[in-house]
């Protein structure tokens, strides 16, 4: 069974609620009971009345009981609007679009300090990516060059009449490598 967090806190205000209602109730109940029994005329009458105390004391309680945890939902409920719009914003982030940061309330508390520090995470994740396609970028550009000219040689030096048979297996072997270095570089390019 998981419980969320408004429902712990619920649970949490319901059962301190409850245990000083029944506290403070069974001492007033004493109380109430020993100064009525001190001047205590008729026992019967006094009897019923104590009963008659004593039901509505358990009926303050439970119905107390009942009204603070409901209250205690809907407070709960309020207060935790804000960091549901943290948990909706950190969804909603896609690698390809960062730059959407989480709310910041200005009330310098625990979720305006967790929303800062997630959106300084998300700025730190955002520059890491964009250095990594930086790389993947500069790195394309600079072994397209390299990679054409040997591919040029090669596709020249195949064209000579005369070579020999091993050097053109050679040749024609190192021109497939070469295309498939190609391939690859171009696969970063779009990356």
């Not at 039901?55 to 309680?61: A, D, T």
Request: net charge positive.
């Amino acid at each position: 069974l998981r419980l969320g967090i408004k429902l712990k806190i619920t649970l949490a205000f319901s059962l301190v609620f409850t245990v000083l209602s029944c506290f403070f109730g069974l001492i007033g109940y004493q109380r109430v009971r020993d100064m009525m029994m001190r001047s205590a005329i008729d026992r019967g009458a006094l009897e019923g009345n104590l009963r008659s105390l004593r039901s509505l004391l358990f009926v303050i309680c439970f119905s107390s009981v009942l009204i603070s945890s409901v209250v205690s939902y809907i407070l709960t409920r309020v207060l935790l609007v804000p960091l549901q719009r943290i948990i909706h914003a950190a969804r909603n982030i896609a690698a390809n679009k960062m730059r959407n940061p989480i709310p910041v309330n200005g009330t310098r508390d625990e979720l305006h300090e967790l929303s800062v520090t997630i959106n300084e995470m998300i700025a730190r994740i955002d520059e890491a990516v964009q250095q990594q396609q930086n790389f993947f970028a500069s790195a394309s550009h600079e072994l397209k060059t390299p990679l054409a000219i040997l591919r040029t040689e090669l596709e020249v030096g195949l064209r000579k009449p005369g070579l020999e048979e091993g050097l053109r297996q050679l040749l024609s072997n190192q021109l497939e490598e070469i295309s498939r270095l190609q391939a690859i570089v171009n696969e970063f390019l779009v990356v």
